[in-house]
Every structure is written in structure tokens, then in C-alpha cells.
């Protein structure tokens, strides 16, 4: 399986709302990264987690929240965003020590 | 800041033709790799040039890499409609000895390629 999956697809919340978005992986993979893209700009880094421990976050403002609970899955729990956090998440996966990183699909973020 | 500037923003070719893009960026690296990224989608890995390499292909494309002047291009021959997409390049940062890379991304070149 060389695949990482995101789920939902897209996620339309309010700026009161609570959310989580889901990141899975089974290649085995210990390092595991949230990316956050606004159109047509290149993403950018939010968290990278290390065997399953935070080894990055990027000054990324608390209402975002990082979760690496096993080392299949990465979650991204959302509170009180703001409409300025619309945009496309992005979650990888990569071998520690390897720089090839293998990128899910991404979660459309829409907050009103 | 972003490690890497790509030029053109946007190229627009037709079928059959070769698409060029050049990358640059500011500090030494151990490699660089190329990744597209079809419209709203997940980014996919291309190719990956590492610092003492020069020159390298993956079928139709050719990644060179001058770590003299800190650019990288990339070659796409015989382009294809379904080419259509957006390029990056990314660099890898390691710090505090960790030893994983934080990708820095280039801003991207938009490829259309009309059919």
C-alpha cells in the first residue's frame, strides 16, 4: 500500500466549530507532516511529527492542533478558525532519513 | 521564507513540445526534488538530483542541477494534455540534527499543454 488517504474531502465549518481532519498511512513510515496551501501558492509547512513525537511546528497559531496518535495516523484537530485558515491541508508521510515525501490528497477547508 | 523561485510563473505549450522550468534557490543542498501537483490534488514525487549529480532522467524527464549557481531546471519532451499541471521544486532543511527534511517549496510553474 503506497498510498495516503485524507479524509473528509472537503469541510465547510463555522468560525465556532469544532473539527478534525484524518490522515492515514500504512507504508510503515515514521515522519509524518501537515501542510497548509492557499491557491495558487506552494504549500507550506505546519507540523512535522518524528515517531510519532512533534519535532516541527512552524509557529502555527493554537487553534490549530496536532494529534499523532499511532504511527499510521495523524490527525489536525480545528477550533475557532478563521476565515484566513480557508484552504487545502495537506498531509505526508515519508521514511525517517529519507527525503522523498508521499502526499495524501488533501482536506478543502472552507470557514465562514 | 521559500528556499526556491521557479520561473516561468506560467508556461502554456501544445502537445508534442518540450516544457522547461528553472528553480532557484538561496542555500547549500544536499538534494533537490521536483513534484507536480494536478489541480487541487495531492502533491506527487518526480524526481529527486542530488548535490553531486548533474544530470538525471525518469522517462521523458531530465532534471540538471548547477549547485555553482543554485538552479535547477526541468525538462518535459514530448509534452502530453495530461502534463497539465503545476510543478515545484523542494529543498530539504535539516536542523538540530534531525535527520528528515523539512521541505522548502518553490513557487511553482503552471504547465498548460493544449492538446
Known amino acids: 500500500d503506497t498510498e495516503v488517504t485524507q479524509t473528509p474531502k472537503h469541510l465547510v465549518m463555522g468560525m465556532t466549530n469544532k473539527k478534525s481532519l484524518k490522515c492515514e498511512q500504512h507504508m510503515g513510515h515514521r515522519a509524518m507532516y501537515w501542510y497548509k496551501q492557499k491557491a495558487k501558492k506552494p504549500p507550506e509547512l505546519m507540523f512535522v511529527?518524528?515517531?510519532?513525537?512533534?519535532?516541527i511546528n512552524e509557529s502555527v497559531p493554537s487553534r490549530f492542533s496536532p494529534e499523532c496518535p499511532n504511527s499510521s495516523l495523524l490527525n489536525l484537530h480545528l477550533h475557532a478558525l478563521q476565515p484566513e485558515d480557508s484552504a487545502l491541508y495537506l498531509c505526508?508521510?515519508?521514511?525517517?532519513?529519507?527525503?522523498?515525501?508521499?502526499f495524501g490528497p488533501g482536506t478543502r477547508l472552507l470557514v465562514l | 521564507s521559500q528556499q526556491g523561485e521557479e520561473d516561468p510563473q506560467a508556461l502554456s505549450i501544445q502537445e508534442g513540445e518540450n516544457a522547461t522550468m528553472n528553480c532557484s534557490y538561496k542555500t547549500s543542498i544536499n538534494n533537490l526534488q521536483w513534484y507536480r501537483q494536478n489541480s487541487g490534488r495531492g502533491l506527487v514525487h518526480l524526481i529527486l538530483?542530488?548535490?553531486?549529480?548533474r544530470e538525471k532522467h525518469s522517462g521523458r524527464l531530465r532534471v540538471t542541477l548547477d549547485t555553482s549557481k543554485k538552479s535547477s531546471s526541468l525538462l518535459i519532451t514530448a509534452s502530453r494534455a495530461a502534463d497539465t499541471a503545476s510543478y515545484f521544486c523542494a529543498t530539504p532543511q535539516y536542523a538540530g540534527g534531525t535527520s528528515y527534511g523539512k521541505l522548502t517549496f518553490g513557487q511553482g510553474t503552471i504547465l498548460t499543454v493544449h492538446p
Open positions: 538530483i542530488r548535490s553531486n549529480e
Open positions: 505526508a508521510s515519508s521514511q525517517v532519513g529519507k527525503e522523498t515525501q508521499y
Open positions: 511529527y518524528s515517531y510519532e513525537k512533534l519535532s
